[in-house]
Structure formats: C-alpha cells, structure tokens
C-alpha cells in the first residue's frame, strides 16, 4: 500500500505541488497579499490557479502524450478533480481561513479555469510536440 501511494505521488507530483500552492495563496490573509487595483483581478487569478492545476492533472494522467493525443476520460478527471478542488477551496475559507471570504464567483472562475484548460490541452500538447 504504501509503495502503491508513493508511485502515486510520484508520478501526480507537479499537480500536488500546484495544489499545495493554491491552497497556501487561498489560505493567506489579504494582508498577506500584495494589492493590485484592477477590477476582477482576483477572479482572474482564480482562473489562472485553476487552470494551470487543469493542464497538469491531465498531462500527468496523459500517457498518450508523446502520441500527441488525449483520451476524453483524463480531459473529464483533470476537469472534475480541479472544479471539486475549487469548490473545497472556497469552502476552506468559508470555515477555515475566516480571515478571507468565499464566493461563488470565485468557484465559477475556477470551473471556467478548468473549462478552458480542457479545451486548449490538446492544441498545447501539439504545440509542444508532447512535453505537456
């Protein structure tokens, strides 16, 4: 079990560090935080998170990358597994990390987020020839 668990992390390291990193930058108290004065930022930055968390669940789980192709299943797992996360990040700092506040929009950036990066994941990989 724990050789199973270990192969696992290994092999999802980047997606764990990526989700670590967004869970401190979620976590982190606004004054924390340097302020930027351009509407919709935060959504913007949410998106971002999330899509980069998308693209490397899904290049992770791609062994066909090389092949330059992607099966639908992993494109759905990266989407799903990033929109739940969003959703736990949000409601982390309902209950949690008081100190921020939890939005739907926030989670909608997310989803959209992850939306996208499905979508553009395949002209990336053909892109980069499979190295994403």
């Known amino acids: ?6 192969r696992l ?5 980047n997606s764990l560090m990526w989700a670590l990193v967004i869970l401190i ?5 606004p004054s924390g935080l340097p302020t930027i004065k351009i509407p919709g ?8 998170l999330f899509a980069v968390f998308a693209l490397l669940l899904i290049s992770e789980m791609n062994y066909q ?3 330059l192709t992607v099966k639908n299943r992993h494109k759905w797992v990266g989407f799903i597994v990033a929109s739940v996360y969003g959703g736990l990040i949000e ?6 990390f008081t100190s921020r506040g939890a939005e ?11 939306a996208v990066a499905v979508l553009v994941y395949p002209y990336i990989n053909k892109t980069l020839k499979g190295y994403i």
Do not use: E, N, S
Request: aromatic share 16%; proline share 2%.
């Open 41 to 48: 930022i935060d959504k913007m930055v949410h998106f971002g």
């Open 65 to 67: 990358r090389v092949q």
């Open 104 to 114: 739907w929009a926030d989670f909608f950036a997310d989803i959209l987020g992850a």
């Open 91 to 96: 409601l982390t700092q309902l209950y949690l």
């Open 1 to 6: 079990m724990l050789a199973k668990t270990y």
């Open 9 to 13: 992390i290994v092999k999802y390291k």
């Open 25 to 29: 930058l979620c976590g982190m108290p």
